[in-house]
C-alpha cells in the first residue's frame, strides 16, 4: 500500500466504467467543518439509482463512481458549531446532500426542487468535488443536510435525519429513497384516506414501499405486475388486497376491444354488453402510484382510474406515451409526474 493510498481513509465500492462492475477503492472524504457531522455509514440501501449510474444509462456517469443513497449511521464527529446531533446519534442521509439553502424552495422545505441541490453520487458539490455515496465507510454531511426521523414521522432537517435509537437501522434505509418517493405524492394528493382504493404498477423497491403504506393508511391495494412470480409475496407477506397481472390484462382488453369491434360491424352493441366490458376493466381505482422503471404503456393503465382519479408516475422508463384522450376526455385523471 503507498503511502497516497493510507492516506486515503474512507473505503468505498466503486464503478470504474459502464460495465458498472464494483470493485474496492479508497478515497478522501473532506475535512470535518464547524457546521458538518461526520457519519460512520452501517447500512446503504440498494437502489436502480445505482444501477442507472453504474452503467451510464444517462450518458453523465463520473467514474470511478459510488454509488448509495440511502444511508443510515451512527455520528462519530460534530463541527463546534452544530448543535441538532451529537456523537452516538443514528442517523441517515438521502437522496441529496446539498442545494443553495436560500431560494424559495430551500426557504419552503422543498431543497430537492433547488436549481442547485446536489445529489449524494455522481454529482459536483460547491466546492468542485465530486460527490461519492453511501457503498463506502463513512459521510461527511452539513448539520443542516442530515434528515430527523422518529419511527417514520420526519422532521425536515435538510438532509441529514435523526433516527430513534430503537429503530432497527437495516430498516430505516429504504425510507430515505424508496420510501418518501412514494410517501411524499400520497401524502399530496390525499392518498391516506381509508377506505379508497389504489393501484401500484410495479413491486419492486418502490412498489413494496406504496403497498405498505397503502395499507397503513387504510387504502383497498391493487398490485399490478407482469410478474406472476409475485403475487404470494404481493398478498401473503405485503398484505396487497389484489393481485392482477398486468399483462393478461391487457391482453384481455384487446381480445375484449376485437370481439367488441367485430359485434359493431354486423349488428347494434347490446347496451349490457358495454357495461359489462367498463366494470369489467375500468374506472376502479382511486389513485394510482407507478413504479415500473421499464418502458410500457400508458393508457390501459389510466382506463382503470376513476373520474377526477390520480395517476402519479415515480418510476423512471425511458418515455412517456399515453393518447391525449386518456386526459382530456370527460372528467380526467391528473396525471403527475413524482410529486
Not at 26 to 36: C, I, M
Not at 159 to 167: E, G, R, S, T, V
Not at 240 to 258: R, Y
Amino acid at each position: 500500500m503507498t503511502s497516497e493510498t493510507a492516506s486515503k481513509d474512507c473505503l468505498g465500492w466503486a464503478a470504474r466504467d459502464p460495465s458498472g462492475v464494483l470493485s474496492p477503492y479508497s478515497f478522501n472524504r473532506r475535512a470535518v467543518g464547524s457546521d458538518d457531522v461526520s457519519i460512520t455509514i452501517t447500512h446503504c440501501g440498494v437502489c436502480y439509482a445505482d444501477v442507472i449510474w453504474t452503467r451510464n444509462k444517462h450518458g453523465d456517469s463520473k467514474y470511478p463512481l459510488v454509488p448509495g443513497h440511502e444511508i443510515v449511521g451512527i455520528v462519530k464527529e460534530v463541527g463546534h458549531n452544530v448543535s441538532r446531533f451529537k456523537v452516538g446519534d443514528h442517523v441517515g442521509v438521502g437522496t441529496y446532500v446539498n442545494s443553495c439553502r436560500d431560494c424559495k424552495y430551500c426557504n419552503d422545505g422543498l431543497e430537492v426542487h433547488c436549481a442547485r441541490s446536489v445529489y449524494t453520487f455522481n454529482a459536483i458539490d460547491a466546492d468542485g468535488t465530486i460527490t461519492k455515496g453511501g457503498y463506502s465507510s463513512y459521510i461527511v454531511v452539513h448539520e443542516r443536510q442530515v434528515i430527523l426521523t422518529l419511527l417514520l414521522k420526519i422532521w425536515l432537517n435538510r438532509y441529514c435525519y435523526k433516527i430513534a435509537n430503537d429503530y432497527p437501522l437495516a430498516l430505516a434505509a429504504p425510507l430515505l429513497c424508496a420510501g418518501i418517493t412514494v410517501y411524499t405524492p400520497m401524502m399530496r394528493h390525499k392518498m391516506n384516506q381509508p377506505g379508497k382504493s389504489v393501484g401500484v404498477i410495479g413491486l419492486g423497491g418502490l412498489g413494496h414501499m406504496a403497498v405498505k403504506f397503502g395499507k397503513a393508511f387504510g387504502l383497498n391495494v391493487t398490485v399490478l405486475s407482469t410478474s406472476t412470480s409475485k403475487k404470494e409475496e404481493a398478498l401473503s407477506l405485503l398484505g396487497a388486497d389484489k393481485f392482477v397481472v398486468s399483462s393478461d390484462l391487457e391482453q384481455m382488453k384487446v381480445k375484449n376491444m376485437l370481439s367488441f369491434l367485430t359485434k359493431t360491424m354486423t349488428s347494434l352493441m347490446r347496451l349490457s354488453e358495454l357495461v359489462v366490458y367498463v366494470q369489467a376493466l375500468g374506472k376502479s381505482l382511486d389513485f394510482i402510484i407507478d413504479t415500473a422503471s421499464g418502458d410500457h404503456p400508458f393508457d390501459a393503465y389510466m382506463s382503470l382510474l376513476k373520474v377526477a382519479g390520480v395517476y402519479v408516475l415515480v418510476g423512471f422508463p425511458s418515455e412517456v406515451k399515453f393518447s391525449p384522450a386518456s386526459l382530456n376526455i370527460g372528467n380526467a385523471p391528473l396525471f403527475r409526474f413524482k410529486s
